[in-house]
């Protein structure tokens, strides 16, 4: 993967990446790790990750971000230049869990930018995401700036951070960036707990050739961003000069826009007998208060986010790395 420029860490630099094993950190851990050297990037997680890549590519450590001491011990013993604190509940989970999903959002946060100021760190990245909107907000093409009012407890929490990385920035000086992911799709990991996953899920099914029971409405239409492309902006965010970033809060991101029914008509491409039906349930609602489509034209004039994938460019391409994972049998079911 190629990234605009290089000038936030060189080389010899440590990077931190909390959340190693979820779905995003799994992927960024990897790249970094291509960019700065394996041995330069420290992976850490709650728990031992289910793909030992991580842990085996170069330095691990088990770390739960509401643990500070242990927070700092690592960031002592490591001295990395730029933090990503990538741990959360999602949306779904959150809602679940809202004590739990609060504090392991805020706090969580608050340990990471804390220890940053405390221990010398002089990048963080943490990442929001379009549940910072809620059903006041404009739908379609969502601004930058616009009503908010997040009904979920996962927006209520992405916001609040949003806020108080603006607040570290200003008060702190502290060179924190941010990016509202869209649902994010990936072929290497299964995300955990979001109302956006039924994107992920859906390509497992039809590479299983197995039908989809889809979570929410044929017609629900969400942003969506294809992992490469989600990483490529990350980087970019983070490598971007620092006199360029206008927005301290959390850029707008966005790459496309899709419902449950253009997924499967993509599918079918590939797969012309594969089915999906619909039984909606409490993420219907999550997933009805939030944007269809993103304005990222910020992102764009300030550090020149470009997306690369559409459908059924991603279609293409997840079909054809899930199916290289499939057992040789299935394999050979190729369109
Ligand atoms: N993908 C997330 C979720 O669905 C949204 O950022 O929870």
Redesign the pocket.
């Known amino acids: 993967m190629e990234t605009t420029s290089r000038t936030a860490a060189t080389a010899a630099d440590t990077i931190l990446v909390i959340g190693a094993g979820g779905q995003l950190g799994l992927e960024l851990t990897h790249e970094l790790r291509q960019l700065y050297g394996a041995s330069n990037v420290v992976a850490a997680d709650v728990r031992e990750p289910k793909n030992d890549e991580v842990q085996q590519a170069g330095p691990f450590e088990l770390l739960d971000v509401l643990d500070k001491p242990r927070l700092e011990d690592v960031i002592r013993h490591y001295k990395p230049k730029q933090v990503y604190h990538l741990a959360a509940l ?3 989970t959150a809602e679940k869990n809202p004590k739990f999903g609060w504090q392991l959002n805020m706090d969580g946060l608050f340990n990471v930018l804390d220890a940053a100021i405390d221990l010398g760190v002089q990048q963080v990245y943490w990442p929001s ?3 910072v909107f809620g059903p006041d907000t404009p739908r379609h093409n969502t601004p930058q700036l616009t009503v908010m009012n997040p009904n979920t407890v ?1 927006g209520i929490s992405k916001l609040a951070g949003e806020q108080w990385c603006e607040w570290y920035f200003r008060k702190h000086k502290l060179d924190v960036r941010s990016l509202r ?1 869209p ?2 799709i990936g072929y290497k990991s299964l995300p955990g707990g ?4 039924y994107a992920v899920d859906i390509y497992h099914k039809a590479v299983a050739g197995q039908p989809y029971e889809c979570f929410l409405k044929a017609d629900t239409y969400l942003p969506m961003m294809y992992m490469p492309d989600a990483l490529q902006a990350t980087l970019d965010l983070m490598h971007a000069p620092a006199d360029g970033l206008t927005v301290r809060s959390s850029y707008n991101l966005g790459a496309m826009s899709f419902s449950p029914e253009e997924v499967a008509t993509s599918i079918r491409r590939h797969y012309p007998d594969f089915h999906i039906s619909y039984q909606p349930d409490s993420r219907q609602q999550i997933a009805d208060s939030w944007p269809a489509s993103i304005d990222d034209a910020q992102a764009r004039k300030d550090w020149g986010w470009q997306p690369q994938f559409d459908l059924n460019k991603m279609t293409d391409d997840m079909l054809l790395h899930l199916r290289l994972r499939q057992p040789v049998a299935e394999a050979i079911h190729v369109a």
């Open positions: 999602l949306s779904a995401s379009i549940a996962y992911y649902g994010l979001g109302t956006t996953d």
